[in-house]
């Protein structure tokens, strides 16, 4: 079991930048792929952004491409998300998850949950 702690959200103005952290604890970290979702109120849950666990794949939904970075550093446990151009549509609870088996296909331990609002 991966446990989840994400930090770095706040209110920034349309065309602002954020970025977010996922601290992890756990072993199976470094071999799980890691991923980011979110939350608009009244909404479903989303897929964001994936990274499997050597940082060299990488995926994210079309709403976020050219906008959004998800990286990781296995040294310290922690997976990133650079929102950069950012949208008043990009509001939302922001959750980190891990996918223990690596294929970004499965997550099935999930953080708390960092809010982010753009303001326009």
């Known amino acids: 079991q991966v446990q989840l702690v994400e930090s770095g959200g706040g209110l920034v103005q349309a065309g602002g930048s954020l970025r977010l952290s996922c601290a992890a604890s756990?072993?199976?970290?470094?071999?799980?792929?890691m991923g980011w979702f979110r939350q608009a109120p009244g909404k479903e849950r989303e897929f964001v952004a994936a990274?499997?666990?050597?940082?060299?794949?990488?995926s994210y939904a079309d709403s976020v491409k050219g906008r959004f970075t998800i990286s990781r550093d296995n040294a310290k446990n922690t997976v990133y998300l650079q929102m950069n151009s950012l949208k008043p549509e990009d509001t939302a609870v922001y959750y980190c998850?891990?996918?223990?088996?690596?294929?970004?296909?499965?997550?099935?331990?999930w953080g708390q949950g960092t809010q982010v609002t753009v303001s326009s």
């Open positions: 756990g072993r199976t970290f470094s071999r799980a792929a």
């Open positions: 990274i499997k666990w050597s940082g060299g794949f990488t």
């Open positions: 998850a891990a996918d223990p088996s690596g294929m970004a296909t499965m997550f099935n331990s």
